[in-house]
């Protein structure tokens, strides 16, 4: 494993080589292209006998079955969109993830998503069915086999989430070296735990 030394002590640098190859097949494909950063929670365990607040599915693969519960949503929505007689721009949601445990050992996700700009750009309200950032949180906890009354915030939209890269932007390589500097947290080796079967980061292919 080749390592090199960042902003979070060492970094593992195949990752944020195949973050910079994501990135640039999202601009290429969409030169107007919205990435999206988004952390994704696991519920609570109360300390009361170590009983889970709720039943989730916390088998492996939860960020596969979120990302398959996203596109069935966002198919969903855009056959509704087309069926009403609205335009719909074709859209490929990319993604770039990375598993990461807390100093008390509770697991939790890092994720960017990217979408072409001209199909989704506004995240809207959170509790707003038919918006964006709903249709995440949807995703989210189908993925965990969770109704959102069963525990609530496990969706986080961190600060400053939303970075629009448009290759016609005067700024955007500023926009760009912003994105990918953040996106250099993913690719920390701290908080990483190797070993256990799960992977620790995936991308998209292509």
């Known amino acids: 494993m080749e390592l090199y030394q960042g902003t979070h002590g060492a970094h593992i640098l195949a990752y944020r080589e195949r973050i910079a190859q994501t990135v640039s097949n999202a601009i290429n494909q969409f030169p ?13 365990i109360w300390d009361n006998g170590d009983t889970i607040c709720c039943y989730p599915n916390l088998q492996s693969g939860a960020i596969s079955r979120f990302l ?22 074709y859209n490929v949601v990319r993604n770039i ?22 199909a989704y750009y506004h995240l809207g309200h959170l509790k707003q069915t038919g918006t964006l950032s709903n249709m995440i949180i949807r995703a989210w906890y189908s993925a965990l086999d969770l109704e959102l009354e069963d525990c609530r915030d496990l969706v986080h939209f961190p600060d400053n989430c939303k970075y629009i890269l448009d290759i016609k932007d005067p700024d955007f390589d500023i926009i ?31």
């Open 32 to 44: 107007r292209t919205m990435a999206l950063r988004v952390d994704l929670h696991y519920p609570p």
């Open 97 to 118: 993830w990375a598993r990461e445990y807390s100093q008390s050992g509770k697991c939790h996700f890092h994720i960017c998503l990217f979408f072409n700009k001209n």
């Open 176 to 206: 760009y070296n912003d994105l990918i500097n953040r996106l250099d947290y993913l690719t920390k080796l701290d908080t990483k735990v190797f070993g256990e079967g799960d992977r620790n980061f995936g991308c998209s292919r292509g």
């Open 68 to 89: 398959d519960s996203l596109k069935a949503i966002l198919e969903a929505y855009e056959y509704r969109r087309k069926f009403a007689g609205i335009r719909i721009h």
